[in-house]
């Protein structure tokens, strides 16, 4: 079992929906999951399957149509959806920190990094700064993110610096403020795979020198696979599965999981996998059950109306799934 | 005999854009050739120029020089200069099917008008039928509009616009990069379905090697406008040459062990492909390599056949290509 004391982070059976023009989409349906101190997770699935929603109910940055439902957020303990605002605020400056997919549009093109920088020092700490001592802990955490001119960083436009430069000063802003919980978007999805190997082995080495706990969100099973100690699989805005890394990899049970890694193209040849038939269901209307039953190859009839419990299939191995019931 | 195999042949094309800041060499001086039924994968980085050599093959603008030529035909033409049969035999699919197909048509009416230009007196309703059965597709989508579609079945409505002319040649510039992975496979199985069926070849621009691994006959790898390595798939990925596909193939997120002995371990990704305005002396990779020496900042070294059928352009190889592929002989 794991220690309730050790939890940084814990989404109790969170449900969000968006409000559009056609009804609500009921997007998040019961999603649990805990971060430790210190602790590596993964969350991987297919795009729209709620991963991006889920991080942003935990920074409290949800689109202005979006409707909680339910669930808790629980960080240190206390839930972030019934804190003040003013408190979340404060928790985003000094504790939590979130690493968005495309670096490009995640800094304001109109400034220049110095401005953006200093601001983001500026509001993260405790007290008030020194200007002198803004630019210091400007430049550190710039050298800390493996970008070796920090000065002329400061002085560059976004559009000056190339892809990899501008991921690398989004971890570094993100790194001033995440003393506690790094949450990464897709970090590496929009660059190179040359770069994305750089940008995912800083990240690392970052986290972990530092002991910050990460999320690492990402539809690229291989990249995740290297980077975390513990993963969940996600789809439709339901957690499926859940384990260690190597236990997924090697072992995965449930029929999504197993058909999402069998359709990834292998480095060692041997055909392309024929991938998974149909589609993600739309949040208008979904599955009253099992959310996967319409692509399920293994669907039995209780699919259709119930919601499988997380069955434990191995030591912190869970799934979600009735083939894996107790007794069946 | 080259001439009843070959299918294209392209020879030191060169394409530079002037701008105001200067002159980018997007493409500089590249060789290579497509066998009938063959597929070609060209592979490279964003930035690299490779989607820029499907743009000139295509004829949607014309090499600065060189020489293009398709079934010995000159292709060295832009799009509307060329003769029917060509623009009918060189088909394109893009990227993004979001934004290629017409969002304002339906299934239909895309479909309708390459039929109607290049083979009038085809029945139309069962050849777009036929079409629709090729590519998997139901029959009822027909009357559908691109935005009720999902991305693999948009892509699918672009792979059978492609078809609808009855190419011999398909350009495919990363068909599958902007769809998931649960989806990849069957755009890719039948794109392989159809070459089988019908002896298309293609040229498959893409940055997935892993993909290449499984789909392509021979792998190109390109970097800032020029070749670096090229060889048969199975060499290539059991041998690769150059200090750039090696740190390619090293960065490589894989998802099972026996993948991961694959990559070559010795070497890991630095740096970043340079502005294409300002070009690296000698060879462009120098500034990343592991292996640099005083020469690769002085003399660009050329592609040269280090073993048979194997290219590679590093000067590591070009005084010793001799060497080595006596080597190779004796431990064969």
Redesign the interface.
């Known amino acids: 079992m794991v220690d309730e004391s050790h939890k940084l982070l814990e989404v109790e059976k969170l449900k969000v929906g968006y409000k559009v023009y056609e009804g609500l989409l009921n997007v998040l349906n019961d999603v649990s999951f805990y971060v430790l101190n210190g602790e590596k997770i993964g969350i991987i699935g297919e795009s729209a399957c709620g991963k991006t929603t889920t991080m942003k109910a935990i920074m409290g940055i949800l689109a202005g149509n979006a409707i909680l439902m339910g669930g808790r957020i629980l960080y240190k303990g206390s839930d972030l959806l019934t804190t003040s605002k003013k408190k979340v605020i404060s928790l985003r400056r000094k504790n939590i920190s979130m690493v968005f997919q495309d670096p490009s549009t995640a800094l304001n093109p109109v400034f220049k990094i110095r401005q953006q920088m200093y601001d983001t020092v500026r509001y993260s700490s405790e007290r008030k700064l020194e200007k002198s001592e803004i630019h210091e802990l400007s430049v550190r955490y710039l050298l800390e993110a493996a970008l070796p001119e920090p000065e002329r960083i400061l002085d560059s436009y976004p559009f000056e610096l190339s892809g990899g430069m501008k991921q690398r000063v989004n971890i570094a802003m993100a790194l001033v403020s995440a003393n506690d919980l790094l949450i990464a978007d897709e970090p590496g999805t929009a660059l190179d795979v040359t770069l994305e190997d750089q940008i995912m082995r800083l990240l690392k080495s970052i986290v972990d020198k530092k002991h910050i706990s990460i999320i690492l969100i990402s539809h690229a099973l291989g990249t995740v696979r290297g980077f975390v100690d513990r993963v969940y699989v996600m789809y439709a805005g339901t957690i499926v599965e859940s384990g260690p890394t190597k236990e997924i990899f090697s072992n995965p049970r449930h029929p999504y999981t197993r058909m999402l890694i069998d359709s990834v193209p292998k480095l060692a040849g041997g055909g392309v996998p024929e991938g998974i038939p149909g589609v993600v269901p739309s949040y208008l209307n979904p599955p009253t059950g099992c959310r996967f039953v319409t692509r399920c190859p293994y669907k039995m009839d209780i699919c259709n109306n119930a919601t499988p419990d997380m069955y434990e299939v191995d030591n912190e191995h869970y799934v979600a799934c009735y083939l894996y019931e107790k007794g069946r | 005999m080259k001439d009843t195999t070959t299918l294209l042949e392209v020879n030191s094309i060169k394409k530079y854009f002037r701008t105001r800041k200067g002159v980018i060499k997007a493409v500089d001086d590249i060789n290579f050739q497509i066998e009938k039924g063959e597929i070609l994968g060209l592979v490279g980085?964003?930035g690299s120029g490779k989607t820029t050599v499907g743009n000139m093959i295509m004829g949607i603008f014309l090499p600065t020089s060189g020489e293009m030529k398709y079934k010995g035909e000159n292709l060295f033409m832009l799009a509307n200069k060329r003769p029917k049969w060509l623009k009918k035999d060189i088909q394109l699919v893009f990227q993004n099917p979001a934004s290629s197909l017409n969002p304002k048509r339906t299934v239909r009416q895309i479909l309708e008008v390459p039929i109607s230009v290049h083979r009038p007196d085809a029945p139309m309703g069962r050849t777009i039928h036929e079409l629709m059965n090729a590519v998997d597709l139901p029959s009822d989508y027909v009357e559908r509009y691109p935005e009720e579609l999902?991305g693999?079945e948009k892509q699918l409505v672009a792979i059978a616009r492609a078809l609808a002319t009855e190419p011999s040649f398909i350009i495919l510039d990363e068909p599958t990069s902007a769809l998931?992975?649960?989806?990849?496979?069957?755009i890719?199985?039948i794109l392989?379905k159809l070459r089988r069926e019908l002896g298309l070849s293609y040229l498959f621009i893409t940055?997935?090697?892993?993909?290449m691994?499984?789909?392509a006959d021979r792998v190109a790898i390109m970097y800032l406008g020029k070749l670096k390595e090229v060889a048969r798939?199975g060499e290539f990925?059991k041998n690769p040459l150059h200090p750039y596909t090696q740190?390619?193939?090293?960065?490589?997120?894989?998802?099972?062990d026996?993948?991961e002995l694959?990559?070559p371990q010795k070497i890991?990704?630095?740096g970043?492909?340079a502005?294409a305005l300002n070009l690296p002396k000698g060879c462009s990779f120098h500034p990343r390599c592991p292996f640099v020496m005083d020469i690769c900042n002085t003399v660009d070294p050329q592609l040269a056949e280090v073993t048979p059928g194997h290219l590679c352009s590093c000067h590591l190889y070009s005084s010793k290509s001799d060497q080595i592929s006596d080597q190779k002989l004796t431990s064969e």
């Open positions: 980085e964003s999902g693999g998931d992975v649960s989806v990849q496979g069957k890719i199985n392989m940055h997935n090697l892993s993909l691994s499984n789909v798939t990925f740190m390619l193939l090293s960065s490589i997120p894989v998802i099972t026996e993948e694959l990559k890991k990704a630095i970043e492909i502005g």
